[in-house]
């Protein structure tokens, strides 16, 4: 099974789950949100090895891994579709950690590698 089948999989299973109720209890709505967490997971685990082909790429083309106009159209392209609940704020947050984190990566992947070297993913 491809990673994107698994994402799909896992989204799908989430899907088939009706909403707990009131009723239901914590656990319920713990259960639900474990499920939601692996999918995140999953879902920043892909952007990860995309960002780490891209580094190689970068590093191939000599471009340099920080380029900020990219970055600030990875974070306008996410605060137009929020929806909330989280307010703009939190969501360029959680982004810029998730960007951070990414080119964190593509630097110890890439800073020291010769150009010819396979990506790692």
Not at 37 to 65: M, T, W, Y
């Amino acid at each position: 099974m491809s990673r994107i089948d698994r994402i799909i999989t896992l989204l799908r299973e989430l899907e088939s789950l009706p909403d707990p109720t009131p009723e239901a209890g914590i656990e319920a709505w713990r259960e639900r949100i474990d499920r939601i967490d692996r999918i995140v997971l999953e879902l920043l685990n892909e952007r990860s090895r995309s960002a780490n082909a891209i580094g190689h790429v970068k590093q191939q083309l000599g471009l340099p891994i920080y380029v900020p106009e990219r970055e600030h159209q990875v974070l306008d392209g996410m605060l137009q579709h929020n929806q909330g609940p989280l307010d703009n704020a939190a969501v360029r947050r959680l982004f810029e950690r998730i960007i951070d984190e990414t080119r964190s990566l593509e630097r110890r992947r890439y800073q020291n590698r010769s150009s010819d070297e396979d990506p790692v993913t």
